[in-house]
């Protein structure tokens, strides 16, 4: 067998197998059976993605360090499992039980005081329910004269709450015990750790144990169910949809009677409007290798954001399969790179391009070769500083070869299918050769204008939703409301499509045909008023600080504002074009 064939089993065993037997079903225990529980990792309470091996600090370990075998997505999650030396059985009770005494010399306590000062959290995992508290204790006191100590908690009170022979929940507290102080202490320093393990039989079913822990959690609470905002922005936006369709629908009958009113007409009837282009409204682009992968990758986005809908509300996405989002996502963008390929080839066929290869290569490239260079550039200053966020090797051998092995060659394949199935681009109108002069375009109709209309309008409809959608991305709990999320995706896309045919017919009323690049322009523009409220998030609503979670959340979140205007602005152009289409369809042509 060779070395590419031995590559190949493990990344489709990394990404097919392993996390359907690692997060499968849950362990069913008899009495005295050992209870696993594995250290994950630490990090600042208020940057939830600056995150070390708990075995970074100096804290009781083993003599070897045993890791678990992760899932892709608890790798890509930051995790880094290992065993650790707590003696658990099930339904077995332990009161005051030492786990290890170590010795802390004078750096291993400033490392620990430090941890302390930034309100270092660690994370334990049993059963695939996470248990999380904070390191120490930090206490200051007066302004002057000021005081300040820290403490480091030395006992762990582990809570078990079980149903026949399986793990409902599970907790750890830190407070029933004094903690140790380590200001003013002469090193070295020799602290002794201890445990206790409580059980308690629950009345919840192992069926509805997410509920428990969704309700239950040491971080803040910032997802409560918002109903009444998203009804409150589904009326508002449904008075717009027909605000605009009302309107539209008027002052377009009234074109088509004077468009199609037979006899005579005076000049000053035919000397303006949109049926004066008609000639020019279909003629192509420029750039149409950029334009038709733009369509491309996003109808890629636009595939993938209904799959990844479609998995959550199915139920395969809960609290206890770790990074099961972050595995699908990857996996998804892998499988439908077929369909960039196939959009952006079919398009570009059908404006008569020749250069079609380089047309594939670059909807390969679009998206994928800017998130490998943000990506690089975060992955090595988290080497840099140690975090778990910094991706092993092998994973990233693994998530090259997926791209190499089933990305690329979709694209390619999708891009030849294309090619050869595509059409004439059929246009009711035929182009003439020399572009009819433009007329003056005054500024509320420029460009600019209608991206702050075409951007501000669909953002205002997801206002309330980024919210929680930005607390859970950058926070540590999991966005469970994908019924919501879904009504308020779709309303994404409809006010998006209405907004782009109105700014489309405004800008053909001036005789202005260049309407191709502005329609992806006008709708993708959503995503600087995203990058707009990322930015306010960041600086009023949270408290990240740091150069890692600095350069990690405007990173990733250039990523994903750029994805709404890939995807917003492929949703633009079809709606834009088919209804160009319509109306040109319905007037009589000289």
């Known amino acids: 067998m060779s070395i590419f064939e031995i590559l190949l089993i493990h990344v489709l065993g990394t990404i097919f197998i392993i996390p359907y037997c690692i997060s499968g079903e849950a362990l069913k225990y008899k009495d005295g059976d050992h209870?696993?529980?594995?250290?994950?990792?630490?990090?600042?309470?208020?940057?939830?993605?600056?995150?070390?091996?708990?075995?970074?600090?100096p804290l009781c370990r083993p003599e070897k360090i045993e890791h678990r075998s992760l899932t892709l997505g608890e790798v890509l999650d930051g995790d880094r499992m290992a065993k650790s030396m707590y003696n658990v059985k099930f339904m077995q009770s332990l009161d005051s039980a030492q786990l290890c005494t170590i010795t802390l010399d004078k750096e291993q306590i400033e490392q620990l005081k430090l941890a302390i000062e930034d309100l270092y959290y660690f994370e334990f995992v049993t059963d695939d329910i996470p248990m999380r508290g904070f390191v120490g204790q930090l206490e200051e006191g007066n302004l002057i004269p000021h005081t300040h100590h820290t403490y480091l908690y030395t006992h762990y009170d582990f809570y078990f709450f079980y149903n026949e022979n399986r793990i409902i929940y599970a907790n750890v507290s830190t407070k029933q015990r004094a903690p140790s102080k380590l200001d003013d202490v002469t090193s070295p320093v020799e602290l002794t750790f201890t445990y206790s393990v409580y059980w308690e039989k629950s009345n919840i079913t192992f069926q509805n144990r997410g509920k428990l822990l969704r309700s239950t959690g040491f971080f803040p609470k910032t997802l409560e169910i918002h109903w009444l905002s998203i009804i409150n922005s589904i009326i508002l936006v449904f008075l717009l949809l027909g605000f605009v369709v009302i309107i539209l629908s008027r002052v377009l009958k009234n074109d088509f009677l004077r468009y199609n009113t037979e006899g005579d007409e005076s000049l000053d009837d035919e000397d303006y409007g949109w049926k004066l282009i008609s000639n020019d409204v279909f003629r192509f682009p420029s750039f149409k290798i950029l334009f038709c992968s733009i369509l491309g990758v996003?109808?890629?986005?636009?595939?993938?954001?209904?799959?990844?809908?479609?998995?959550?509300m199915l139920g395969l996405f809960n609290v206890h399969r770790h990074g099961s989002l972050n595995t699908a996502a990857f996996l998804l963008y892998a499988l439908t790179s077929g369909i960039a390929g196939f959009v952006s080839a079919k398009n570009y066929r059908q404006m008569n391009g020749e250069k079609w290869v380089w047309n594939i290569n670059l909807t390969a490239c679009l998206y994928t070769v800017p998130f490998f260079l943000t990506w690089s550039i975060i992955n090595s200053v988290a080497w840099a500083y140690g975090s778990t966020q910094a991706l092993p090797f092998t994973t990233i051998v693994v998530l090259g070869l997926v791209w190499i092995v089933i990305g690329y060659p979709l694209t390619v394949f999708g891009g030849i299918i294309g090619k050869n199935s595509s059409g004439s681009f059929d246009a009711p109108c035929r182009t003439k050769n020399i572009c009819r002069e433009i007329p003056p375009i005054p500024w509320y109709r420029s460009t600019l204008a209608h991206m702050l209309?075409?951007?501000?309008?669909?953002?205002?409809?997801?206002?309330v939703e980024l919210y929680y959608i930005f607390s859970t991305l950058w926070g540590r709990d999991q966005y469970t409301l994908y019924g919501i999320l879904g009504i308020v995706f779709v309303?994404?896309?409809?006010?998006?499509?209405?907004?782009?045919?109105?700014?489309?017919?405004?800008?053909?009323?001036?005789?202005?045909?260049?309407?191709?690049?502005?329609s992806i322009l006008t709708s993708g523009a959503t995503g600087l008023f995203v990058l707009a409220y990322a930015i306010f998030f960041f600086i009023k609503r949270s408290?990240?600080?740091?150069?890692?979670?600095?350069?990690?959340?405007?990173?990733?979140?250039?990523?994903?504002?750029?994805?709404?205007?890939?995807?917003?602005?492929?949703?633009?152009?079809?709606?834009s074009l088919k209804f160009i289409r319509y109306i040109y369809f319905n007037i009589k042509m000289d």
């Open 543 to 575: 408290n990240m600080s740091g150069g890692l979670q600095t350069l990690q959340f405007f990173g990733y979140t250039l990523l994903t504002c750029y994805i709404f205007c890939l995807m917003l602005g492929t949703v633009g152009y079809y709606t």
């Open 298 to 312: 996003g109808a890629q986005f636009l595939v993938l954001a209904f799959g990844i809908l479609l998995m959550a």
């Open 35 to 57: 209870v696993e529980i594995y250290v994950n990792k630490v990090g600042p309470y208020w940057n939830p993605h600056e995150t070390y091996h708990y075995y970074s600090l």
């Open 453 to 463: 209309i075409g951007g501000f309008l669909p953002f205002s409809a997801i206002s």
């Open 491 to 518: 309303i994404l896309l409809s006010v998006t499509a209405c907004i782009s045919i109105s700014l489309t017919y405004f800008q053909l009323a001036s005789e202005d045909y260049r309407w191709w690049w502005r």
